[in-house]
T-cell receptor, first 109, second 115 residues
Framework: GQNIDQPTEMTATEGAIVQINCTYQTSGFNGLFWYQQHAGEAPTFLSYNVLDGLEEKGRFSSFLSRSKGYSYLLLKELQMKDSASYLCAVEEGTGKLIFGQGTTLQVKP | NAGVMQNPRHLVRRRGQEARLRCSPMKGHSHVYWYRQLPEEGLKFMVYLQKENIIDESGMPKERFSAEFPKEGPSILRIQQVVRGDSAAYFC?????????????FGSGTRLTVV
């Protein structure tokens, strides 16, 4: 079966660091994506991992362990504008993305 | 360089009517994907199309739903005889090929409300 789990909600303080975890069980794996989605807007691409390890891009980093079916998104130096939903998605072979339910992050002053 | 364009942004239909959702992919992109997001749920894959071909429709309901991506013009997601349960946000994404080597870009979605 296909299952992607991530926490429903998280709260963090402006300037802090937050880690959003994602575990997955899918029938195929061509890579793992993280997207950011503000309410009423399009999901926007944040990161992509296909090999084990850490990918860093500015304030955002993403980690993947294929053997554990685990990924996390790390956000540093949080800003108020980072308040959004963060979507973990696994790409199957046919170009199909399997999404988790999303994690709503609230950044407080 | 316009992104993925979806229209309309909001669509209201009465039960039993037809809904047509349009998606124009990014310039140079020949692969289109449709996803549905029900309230409080994640995005669910519906269908993957290339020009004039349906590649994977494993997420499409068997009845009332159809999709096309003609040689000319936008991709169309068509829902016949809509019911209240069809109320959702429908997102389209496009890529120059499938796979992250090429990237998936999402549109802003069409929010369908069935009354």
């Amino acid at each position: 079966g296909q299952n992607i789990d991530q926490p429903t909600e998280m709260t963090a303080t402006e300037g802090a660091i937050v880690q959003i975890n994602c575990t997955y069980q899918t029938s195929g794996f061509n890579g793992l994506f993280w997207y950011q989605q503000h309410a009423g807007e399009a999901p926007t691409f944040l990161s992509y991992n296909v090999l084990d390890g850490l990918e860093e891009k500015g304030r955002f980093s993403s980690f993947l362990s294929r053997s554990k079916g685990y990924s996390y998104l790390l956000l540093k130096e949080l800003q108020m504008k980072d308040s959004a939903s963060y979507l973990c998605a696994v790409e199957e072979g046919t170009g199909k993305l399997i999404f988790g339910q999303g994690t709503t992050l609230q950044v407080k002053p | 360089n316009a992104g993925v364009m979806q229209n309309p942004r909001h669509l209201v239909r009465r039960r039993g009517q037809e809904a047509r959702l349009r998606c124009s992919p990014m310039k140079g992109h020949s692969h289109v994907y449709w996803y549905r997001q029900l309230p409080e749920e994640g995005l669910k894959f519906m269908v993957y199309l290339q020009k004039e071909n349906i590649i994977d429709e494993s997420g499409m309901p068997k009845e009332r739903f159809s999709a096309e991506f003609p040689k000319e013009g936008p991709s169309i997601l068509r829902i016949q005889q809509v019911v209240r349960g069809d109320s959702a946000a429908y997102f389209c994404a496009s890529s120059p090929n499938h796979g992250q080597n090429y990237g998936y870009t999402f549109g802003s979605g069409t929010r369908l409300t069935v009354v």
